[in-house]
């Protein structure tokens, strides 16, 4: 996987320090690319957000081997339902 682009925007500028950052990563493993967002008035809070979820979404999304056509998501169902249950039990 990788990190294709990182941006930040500030939601309202009038606020000074304590305005909301919104942070957006590209990533891509090669195969296909997701955009994954974090919100937040801390820009390291906000940019952790969207960076374990970008790695998230790739690990719980594989890339089918070739020739097999997503037969691997098929088979990891199981295992890629418990590691996405145990990640939103931590994230509350």
């Known amino acids: 996987m990788e990190l294709e682009d990182f ?3 500030v939601l309202d500028e009038s606020v000074g320090t304590g305005a909301v950052v919104r942070v957006l990563i590209d990533m891509s493993d090669g195969e ?3 955009t ?3 919100v937040s008035e801390n820009i390291i809070e906000a940019s952790w957000e969207a960076l374990t979820d970008g ?3 790739g690990l719980l999304h594989p890339r089918s081997p070739e020739g ?3 037969a ?3 088979a990891n169902r199981p295992v890629l339902r418990y ?3 145990l990640y939103r039990r ?3």
């Open 68 to 70: 097999e056509h997503g």
């Open 83 to 85: 590691a996405r249950d």
């Open 90 to 92: 931590g994230r509350r």
């Open 36 to 38: 994954t967002v974090g």
């Open 32 to 34: 296909q690319a997701w």
């Open 55 to 57: 790695y998230l979404f």
């Open 7 to 9: 941006r930040v925007r």
């Open 72 to 74: 691997v998501r098929r």
